[in-house]
């Protein structure tokens, strides 16, 4: 009986262990995809991005070492989530005079105006140097409801950006992939717009080939930058382009 007690408690202690391993191997593979591994990267391996863009993933170890011509900060997304490391990231940027940018997460299942009413009641025109952004991603929180089409989805951006216009005086930068650029028939009712395009091919010639008149272009989602632990967002301008172009009282 006592023989078949060790028995049964060695085989609960064995299987904890293989449980707690399998959950520490899933745990380190789910921090190396992403990227947001809490460890300081090698200077010499980092990137020198022209801007960056940040949300609530992204953690610095030192402002002081961010060497950006821009940073844009994500502080909304959908009708209700405000980025925790909205105000960490704004203030950080602000004390570097490093030009500041703000952008909202569009999501399909709400109307515009009530995702523009969240974006409006944190980003106050004072808080910013450079238009807002508005980023568009078909990803797993688009969350199209039955029987959302593209023509909605053209529609849904275009209310955003008007609301945006008269808030802000100025249309947004929409921040967007060419294949819902397409999809979305953007190349129509955006003329008071700037893009930003999302392309990770490194595609030799990218800005006279893409479909898309970009200002921006976030040529990577996995590099290092100085300061800031893990990945990071890395975006170029397009020849002849700069931040110039982003500030809030430049007219397209």
Request: proline residues 4%.
């Amino acid at each position: 009986m006592k023989q078949k007690k060790n028995i049964i408690l060695c085989s609960v202690i064995l299987f904890s262990i293989i449980i707690a391993v399998i959950i520490a191997v899933l745990i380190n593979k789910s921090f190396n995809k992403s990227g947001y591994v809490y460890r300081k990267p090698n200077p010499k391996e980092c990137e020198h991005p022209d801007g960056i863009d940040l949300s609530h993933h992204n953690v610095a170890y030192d402002w002081n070492k961010v060497d950006a011509k821009f940073v844009y900060i994500r502080a909304t997304m959908g009708k209700r989530i405000i980025d925790t490391r909205y105000n960490t990231h704004r203030k950080a940027a602000k004390k570097r005079h490093i030009p500041i940018g703000v952008y909202h997460f569009l999501e399909a299942n709400t109307t515009a105006d009530v995702q523009f009413r969240l974006y409006s009641s944190v980003v106050k025109p004072t808080d910013i140097q450079l238009r807002p952004m508005l980023d568009v991603e078909e990803s797993e929180y688009w969350n199209a409801p039955k029987g959302f089409t593209d023509d909605d989805a053209h529609r849904l951006i275009r209310r955003w950006c008007d609301l945006c216009k008269k808030k802000y005086g100025i249309a947004p930068i929409i921040y967007i992939t060419e294949k819902l650029y397409k999809r979305y028939k953007m190349n129509h009712g955006f003329s008071d717009c700037i893009w930003w395009v999302a392309n990770y091919n490194n595609i030799v010639g990218y800005e006279n080939k893409c479909c898309i008149p970009f200002t921006l272009h976030q040529y990577s989602n996995k590099k290092n930058v100085e300061g800031f632990y893990g990945y990071v967002d890395c975006n170029r301008f397009r020849k002849g382009k700069s931040v110039v172009d982003l500030y809030m009282n430049v007219k397209q």
